[in-house]
């Protein structure tokens, strides 16, 4: 059954077996039969503070790995935005005009570099595998360390983020958001990295502590950074990150495409499957770990 307004789905979860959306207490309170609540995104922080769901026998699972693709080719798209000058060269073009001025000195290349990736789950993975056609070195940290992959020779636990940090000149932060990776990058992390430095998150914010972000990028030590996730959405008028000009923003909108739409159903529907045969759901969330 699909719904449209509040009303609509309070009127139709009493009898449900599976909610595919984000529910609030009224709506679990109103839901007599219901086994799962299928999340439409991979992220599900936002459930965490939500006790009657967490503490329930609900099972909650997340769209892990469909947003994947497309979160990865925001990440580069952010990246190259940055190191190209794009933004330059769009207000030119908006304003008519060719020009070589200093922007003709300012960009600069990805090969050569060394990419950090903290959160090395599906998009940290699908990072990797496009990192890997420019030329770069990787590293990783992620709470689940192992020995890596045909791009990642290691992955490094979470107390080796330091080391990782050292030797960064490209972070990219795809990290779930969780009571362990709030603000797990402040000033101390940020001045641990090389002069120059760039960081690009698309995962969470609120992983980012941003005036400690705002001051490193307002000092020159980071070269710049690339954002579609701030700790507050909207970000406030008064943000810094808004007029600073090695800053691109976008709009929480890196897992936006069609082709993730798909996923996200299909992953639905495979767990309406499983529910109905009685075998092991996919995707289910650690509702203590948060993710």
């Known amino acids: 059954v699909r719904v449209s307004t509040p009303d609509e789905l309070l009127a139709e979860i009493v009898d449900a077996d599976i909610l595919y959306g984000?529910?609030?207490?009224?709506?679990?309170?109103?839901?007599?039969?219901?086994?799962?609540?299928?999340?439409?995104?991979a992220g599900v922080d936002f459930l965490m503070n939500f006790p009657e769901l967490v503490e329930s026998d609900v099972v909650l699972s997340n769209t892990r790995g469909a947003h994947a693709p497309s979160i990865a080719e925001h990440a580069f798209a952010l990246l190259l935005s940055l190191t190209r000058k794009i933004p330059a060269s769009l207000d030119y073009q908006h304003k008519h005009q060719w020009r070589w001025d200093g922007a003709y000195r300012e960009p600069r290349e990805i090969m050569g570099s060394t990419v950090g990736i903290l959160g090395y789950g599906q998009i940290g993975r699908a990072i990797a595998q496009r990192a890997s056609g420019f030329e770069v070195q990787m590293l990783a940290v992620d709470v689940h360390p192992g020995s890596g992959d045909r791009f990642v020779d290691t992955v490094w636990p979470v107390d080796r983020l330091h080391d990782m940090l050292m030797l960064t000149d490209i972070l990219m932060v795809a990290a779930p958001l969780t009571k362990e990776t709030h603000h797990m990058l402040g000033a101390k992390e940020f001045a641990a990295m090389p002069p120059g430095s760039i960081v690009i998150a698309v995962s969470r914010g609120g992983i980012i502590d941003e005036p400690a972000l705002a001051e490193s990028l307002a000092s020159g030590h980071l070269w710049g950074a690339g954002m579609d996730v701030n700790e507050i959405e909207p970000v406030a008028a008064d943000s810094p990150f808004w007029d600073m000009p090695n800053v691109v923003m976008s709009h929480h909108l890196a897992g936006s495409s069609w082709q993730k739409e798909r996923r996200c159903v299909e992953i639905l529907v495979e767990n309406v499957r499983r529910l109905q045969d009685g075998a092991d759901l996919i995707n289910v969330v650690d509702k203590t770990a948060g993710y």
Not at 25 to 32: N, Q, R, W
């Open 22 to 41: 984000r529910p609030d207490a009224k709506v679990l309170a109103a839901a007599k039969n219901l086994k799962l609540v299928q999340s439409q995104s």
